[in-house]
């Protein structure tokens, strides 16, 4: 058998390294090819190309529209060989002012709109550039920036934009690539302006400076910046952080003391539709209790009117519990990851803060002004040369045209005899006979002199002098005050949209706002079954539950409270007095609500009182104080508070309430002693209450001493008023009981 014949190179390479080397090769591609934004020009290679497409398509903010289907065919056929729907997706959104702060196109037609429909199809709709598009590519024919050859070759396009707008930070942009992403918000274009001129005037400034120019972001939709000022600072100055955004509202008066509640505008990137579909199943569910309806009166303006239940209802509440529950509060992120060119010229993903970007941008500006300058005086060079060769032979005319209708090689003999270059006698050969005339002369003359004029001037403005780079970055600046003047906030479109709030305060809405108060009992069975009866009850004995099983627990609560749970491995778990199954059948696992592990059992269930102090401790003799606050766990998994050791088990949790403290232990020998003894702690395993040489804590009781120790004898309540022979100190052996105490060793 033959072997086939071996082609090529064929190298022997681990997996792993050929994979490596491809996904790095497409991971690269993606990052730079599709996902980051240029932070030169803000853009990626797909808006890039569509805006070079409309502009070769001669799609002027002044001139007429052209199809969609005809920019979207010119922009998949020469730059850019993708799907057509991601393209024309692309510019229906440069399209849609509620999605683009400085929409780059203009739209004719049905381009969607805040509610989330889609756009008609592209062969319906039309479209032209807008004027900021056009200052984004203003100068692109003067050589200000390097143009490649497109996919095929046979054409060329533009590697960056001149980008005459800081479109960057202007529009902001949102990409996911392989392992990385970016995320930036849109801002105003004056204050960016008012920020880059604060950079020119004092390069070595730090970014607090910069955003006492540029205080946030500047969404499309409006809405209400509620983030703190030390968040944004520190979002700007490491290019990576969050801006919280809320709707705006304002509250309309009724008649009869009755109000409403009127939404205008609503967070960035937030569907109405789905914003109002999400409020309406909230109320369907009765989770926003304090809402009575909400109805969609939008026209052109966003207008969402929201009925409170009642009058007495405060509108602040109303839209705390919104913004907790809907996308009237969003946050959107930021993560200044752009593609910036290094000093080869390779373009290269990274992190950036505000001034970096700032400084990038300026840096662009500098070299499209510089390749500008040389573009110009090039072109001034070449007419230059040809006005002073018609100046040499506007001296004798006569013998130019003897030369022209006699010689043999008029060209050759026109150089000769006026000392004139190729050039110059080319454009004499080419010149009109009518402009032969002494008007004509003077105004080559004067055309001589400003040319001259402008030469000087843009030599001088390129000088590597000192005074040169000056004039250069006062070039920079006079341009940004054109954008300034045409994009800012005295425009319609460049003022502010997006207030500047105060971050919220910590507005405390009670449970009761979002759920209904009724009085309950909570029923927990000795094997852990859980149920809620309505109302409060006081008869036990008509409980019923399973074989085998008795109660357990039994605590009157509302729906409101929340319910304590304490474990024998000293966790506390907290449910909600609401999330208590019903009260019908014999309930629910405990089990199902938290995460209890299967050889612990319950030792305490209370409901929980703010403020209020608690005394924990096991079976042996150890225990502390804790605040009630600190044991409230946010978790199924609880919260450890007591820590137990070999062989413990947490055993006793009670109120502390008295300035005393009585504990008896297996052994029955009763201590008092001061409360103030024991310390308050958060978590741990406490300090020794009473000694015992065998056995452990009985039953422990906090206690006023002025009033005595009481302890139940049957249905009687015993109490003893002279403490005095069993009154010590913490961690002491005590003494037996009075006469009559219980045998079981229990206070109750």
Request: glycine share 8%; net charge negative.
């Amino acid at each position: 058998m033959t072997q086939p014949a071996v082609t090529g190179d064929i190298r022997d390479t681990p997996l792993a390294e050929a994979l490596g080397e491809r996904y790095l090769a497409y991971a690269m591609s993606t990052i730079v090819s599709r996902s980051l934004p240029d932070v030169r020009d803000g853009l990626k290679p797909v808006h890039r190309r569509l805006l070079f497409a409309m502009r070769q398509l001669k799609l002027d903010p002044s001139g007429g529209f052209k199809k969609c289907a005809r920019v979207v065919g010119d922009v998949i056929g020469k730059y850019h060989p993708h799907g057509d729907v991601a393209v024309y997706d692309t510019l229906v959104r440069l399209a849609q002012d509620f999605a683009v702060r400085y929409p780059l196109v203009e739209g004719q037609g049905n381009f969607g709109n805040i509610d989330g429909d889609n756009a008609a199809a592209m062969r319906y709709t039309e479209a032209k550039l807008t004027e900021v598009a056009a200052a984004l590519m203003e100068g692109l024919d003067e050589d200000s920036v390097d143009f490649r050859p497109t996919y095929d070759g046979t054409e060329e396009e533009p590697v960056v934009m001149p980008s005459a707008i800081p479109n960057l930070l202007a529009n902001g942009s949102a990409g996911i690539a392989v392992g990385m992403a970016t995320s930036i918000p849109p801002h105003n274009l004056g204050e960016i302006c008012d920020a880059l001129d604060h950079l020119i005037a004092k390069p070595d400034c730090d970014v607090d400076e910069l955003i006492a120019h540029m205080p946030g972001p500047d969404f499309p939709t409006g809405g209400v910046l509620v983030e703190t000022s030390a968040a944004i600072t520190e979002a700007y100055r490491t290019g990576k952080g969050a801006f919280r955004v809320r709707a705006k509202w304002a509250v309309e008066k009724l008649s009869h003391g009755l109000y409403q509640i009127v939404i205008t505008e609503i967070p960035y990137q937030v569907q109405k539709a789905k914003l109002i579909e999400k409020i309406a199943e909230l109320l369907s569910e009765k989770k926003l209790p304090l809402l009575a309806d909400i109805r969609d009166e939008s026209a052109e303006d966003i207008r969402l009117v929201l009925e409170p239940r009642n009058r007495t209802v405060e509108a602040e509440l109303v839209m705390e519990q919104l913004f907790r529950q809907t996308d009237l509060e969003s946050r959107f992120s930021l993560n200044m990851n752009v593609l910036a060119p290094d000093r080869h010229g390779h373009l290269t993903p990274g992190v950036m803060n505000l001034k970096e970007v700032l400084c990038a941008f300026l840096d662009h500006r500098m070299v499209v002004l510089e390749r500008r300058a040389r573009f110009r005086l090039e072109k001034i060079a070449k007419r230059l040369e040809v006005l002073e060769g018609f100046l040499k032979v506007y001296a004798d005319l006569d013998k130019v045209i003897k030369i022209i209708r006699f010689a043999d090689e008029p060209k050759a003999e026109l150089i000769k005899t006026f000392k004139l270059s190729e050039v110059q006698a080319e454009a004499i050969l080419n010149m009109r006979l009518r402009s032969l005339n002494k008007l004509q002369e003077l105004e080559i003359k004067t055309e001589h002199a400003e040319l001259s004029a402008e030469k000087a001037d843009l030599e001088a403005l390129l000088a590597p002098t000192e005074e040169g780079s000056a004039r250069r970055w006062a070039a920079i600046a006079a341009q940004n005050a054109e954008t300034r003047k045409a994009f800012g906030g005295a425009t319609a479109l460049g003022r502010r949209r997006t207030e500047l709030g105060d971050a919220p305060s910590a507005v405390v809405v009670p449970i009761e706002a979002y759920v209904e108060r009724e009085a309950i009992t909570m029923v927990l069975s000795e094997k852990g079954w859980i149920r809620a009866l309505k109302g409060h009850s006081d008869t036990p004995d008509a409980l019923k539950f399973k074989e085998g099983d008795q109660l357990g627990f039994l605590v009157k609560a509302w729906t409101t409270d929340k319910i304590l749970v304490f474990a024998t491995d000293g966790r506390f778990y907290t449910i909600g007095g609401d999330k208590l199954p019903s009260g019908r059948g014999h309930g629910e696992p405990l089990r199902l609500m938290i995460d209890l592990a299967g050889d612990v059992d319950i030792a305490a269930v209370m409901v929980h009182k703010p403020g209020r102090k608690l005394l924990v401790a096991t079976s042996s003799d150890r225990g502390f104080v804790v605040e009630e606050n600190e044991v409230l766990a946010q978790t199924r998994a609880g919260k450890m508070i007591l820590n137990c050791g070999p062989g413990e088990k947490a055993r006793f949790c009670l109120p502390f309430e008295g300035d005393a403290v009585a504990v008896i232990g297996d052994n029955r020998k009763l201590l008092v002693f001061m409360a103030e003894e024991i310390p308050v702690m958060s978590r741990g395993r406490g300090v020794i209450l009473q000694k015992y040489r065998d056995g452990g804590m009985a039953d422990i009781k906090v206690f006023t001493l002025a009033e005595g120790l009481t302890w139940n004898l049957g249905d009687r309540v015993r109490t003893e008023s002279d403490l005095t022979p069993w009154l010590g100190k913490r961690a002491s052996v005590g003494r037996l009981p009075p006469t009559g105490f219980p045998r079981n060793n229990r206070f109750s």
